[in-house]
């Protein structure tokens, strides 16, 4: 990769990722904590990164999750639930440290 290039984002159901299957890379300088709480509806916060888990593309090109073999899969892929999850110890920790 070229320096100044932007890194390449995966998209697994909605979600954006680096191609480490991160929301939140130090490798890959990639951080789509924003856009994806802004896809889902939320307002960005500062929050701990979720991850992908391991997926495979199948012959569509789409994402799929290897435990079920689902691109859309509510258990793997539920990022909404995770995020709100992040969001709400971000802000519990918060609350502590103030």
């Excluded at 984002?9 to 191609?19: G, Q, R, V, Y």
Aim: hydrophobic share 25%; charged share 30%.
């Amino acid at each position: 990769m070229s320096e100044g290039s932007s890194v390449a984002s995966i998209e697994i159901n909605d979600a954006l990722f680096c191609p480490h299957f991160k929301e939140v890379c130090a490798d890959c300088s990639f951080d789509g904590r924003e856009e994806n709480d802004a896809f889902f509806g939320f307002d960005p916060i500062d929050r701990e990164g979720i991850e992908a888990p391991t997926s495979s593309i199948n012959k569509e090109g789409q994402y799929q999750c290897k435990k079920h073999g689902s691109t859309g899969c509510s258990q793997c892929y539920g990022w909404k639930k995770q995020i709100t999850r992040a969001r709400t110890a971000a802000k519990k920790a918060g609350k502590k440290s103030s």
